[in-house]
Structure formats: structure tokens, C-alpha cells
């Protein structure tokens, strides 16, 4: 199974995002405390976009408790890692996958992160910014993981359920 974690998200705007490409892409979201929002208020429900629902998400009081829960392989994002995702297999593993996201304002802490400096990796850019934003680089790194597995059973056309995937010829 393939997990997205967000350590200490701030930006309730970004967690409503991720839970909608977290339901997009059938990925369970861990959140790990402390938010800096409420997951009740309007704008996390606002930027999910009605599919909250269709989301499953765990909340833990700090990393300790989210690493006793849950044995896989990590990758976290970071903007001092020394790898690009596509070096990383993700397809291989028959354990599950956690790609571990840090808070808008100050990431993962070294702390965290020392122990995995292989698994540390970075989106490529330029020298003119710092980082993407975190929902962006979470659909990012979803997709990634994804394109390496064959997109497992995500539809690669719009389902019946919708408007079917000869739409465009009607």
C-alpha cells in the first residue's frame, strides 16, 4: 500500500489538496500532530472538495507513534536530499510505501531525517526558490510512485461511473 505523510502541516488550504489527490489516487494520508488547523474547519473541507469522505487518514500525536504504527519503507521529501525520486524503486518493495512530507515553514527536522539519508530525496529546480508548495509536491511524488508501479488500478480513462470514456466522441 502506498501512504502520504505530512509531518506538522500548517496550511489547511494544502491538507485539503492532498486529501483530494489522496482520494484521487487511492493513497491512505497519516497526519502527524501538531496540525495547525482543525481538520473540521471549512477550509480543509473547502480545498478537499467534498471528497474528505472518500479519504482514509490517520492522526498521531507525534512521529514516534506514527513510526510504531506503521513498518514500511520511508522516503522523505526534503530540500536537502541528495536524490531525485526517479532514482528510488518503488516498484520492487513488497512492503508498503511512505512518502513523508515535513510543514510548510521548516520541513522534517534533522533529527528525523539523519537516520535516512539514503531515503532522502528533492525535486529537482533552480537556485531561484526553495521548495514548491507541499500540495503540489505531494501530487508530484504520488504520481511518481505510481508511474513506477503501473498506476496499479487507477482508471487511465474517464469511468463509466462518470461520463465514460468515449465522452469526447459523442
Not at 10 to 27: K, L, Y
Not at 58 to 70: A, G, I
Not at 150 to 158: A, M, P, Q
Request: proline share 5%.
Amino acid at each position: 500500500m502506498n501512504n502520504i505523510v505530512l509531518y506538522h502541516p500548517e496550511i489547511p488550504q494544502n491538507t485539503g489538496n492532498i486529501m483530494r489527490t489522496c482520494a484521487a489516487v487511492d493513497m491512505k494520508l497519516h497526519l502527524i500532530k501538531p496540525l495547525g488547523f482543525d481538520l473540521d474547519i471549512k477550509k480543509v473541507r473547502r480545498s478537499a472538495a467534498n471528497y474528505m469522505e472518500q479519504v482514509t487518514y490517520e492522526v498521531y500525536e507525534n512521529f514516534e507513534d506514527f513510526e510504531s504504527k506503521n513498518k514500511g519503507d520511508y522516503y522523505f521529501i526534503t530540500r536537502y536530499g541528495q536524490s531525485a525520486p526517479d532514482q528510488m524503486d518503488f516498484k520492487s518493495s513488497d512492503k508498503d510505501t511512505y512518502v513523508i512530507f515535513g510543514s510548510e515553514s521548516s520541513g522534517i527536522p534533522k533529527e528525523i531525517l539523519r537516520p535516512h539519508l539514503d531515503k532522502c530525496l528533492r525535486l529537482p529546480m533552480t537556485d531561484k526558490v526553495r521548495s514548491l508548495n507541499l500540495s503540489n509536491t505531494v501530487a508530484v511524488l504520488a504520481y511518481e510512485v505510481l508511474r513506477q508501479q503501473g498506476y496499479n488500478d487507477l482508471f487511465t480513462h474517464e469511468p463509466e461511473s462518470l461520463k465514460g470514456k468515449d465522452w469526447l466522441l459523442k
